[in-house]
């Protein structure tokens, strides 16, 4: 059974550009998260939706926005990029029903020039 | 808030040594707890869970970990360190809330690194 897949998985942008990134979950799994993580840190929670609708949203500003589509598959979008949005973004799925455990996937690497 | 501490940013063994890689929290309420391990350039691998089961808890490649709630802990180990063990460790809790949602609170990571 495939994994969680992300693509793209490197990806260069300038400041102020604006970026998309897509992730789909495990077969089944109906629920996805986003984390960032920065260098030498672990993930942050930046959003997790199940069945369409956002279920949870970190601390990060509106420039941050997610969706989920009928396929359960996601985008994350981020505008306006900053220098300090490089970081690997990691894609999560979630089974119903589950105790908490998250399936990554590789990750997004972005990095903002 | 729930958050996490991973002791010890790097941490060094020798070959066929214990692993011992630590990992405390913060609740009131027992969590679910998770280590997870990340290998350059990739995403992260759960190792193992504790769900409130059993408080010693065996994972993946030999790895185990002990729910100490007295102590706030859930330290990692290995009897014997191979070289393939060699990567970044994340301590993460969550709290249980009926599958609300999985917002996963991460430590800081620990490097392992492992000595010939």
């Known amino acids: 059974d495939a994994g969680v897949t992300q693509s793209p998985t490197h990806l260069i942008k300038t400041r102020g550009q604006h970026v998309t990134l897509r992730c789909s979950p495990i077969s089944g799994h109906k629920s996805v998260s986003w984390y960032q993580q920065v260098l030498g840190q672990g993930p942050q929670f930046i959003f997790q939706y199940y069945e369409k609708e956002e279920r949870g949203r970190g601390n990060f500003p509106d420039r941050f926005s997610a969706r989920q589509f009928p396929n359960y598959s996601s985008e994350l979008n981020v505008n306006a990029l900053l220098l300090g949005d490089s970081a690997l973004y990691l894609c999560?799925?979630?089974?119903?029903?589950?105790?908490?455990?998250?399936?990554f996937g590789e990750g997004s690497r972005l990095t903002v020039l | 808030a729930q958050s996490v501490t991973q002791l010890g940013s790097h941490v060094s063994v020798s070959e066929g040594a214990l692993v011992l890689l630590r990992c405390n929290y913060s609740?009131?309420?027992?969590?679910?707890l998770f280590w997870y391990v990340q290998y350059p350039n990739q995403g992260l691998q759960l190792l193992l869970k504790y769900t409130s089961a059993a408080t010693l808890v065996k994972g993946i490649n030999g790895f185990e970990a002990e729910f100490k709630k007295s102590e706030t802990s859930f330290h990692l180990t290995k009897p014997s360190a191979h070289m393939s063990d060699a990567a970044e460790y994340f301590c993460a809790v969550t709290e249980p809330n009926g599958g609300a949602t999985n917002k996963l609170i991460f430590g800081t990571g620990t490097l392992l690194a492992v000595q010939p």
């Open positions: 999560a799925s979630t089974p119903a029903g589950g105790t908490g455990e998250l399936f």
């Open positions: 609740s009131s309420v027992p969590p679910y």
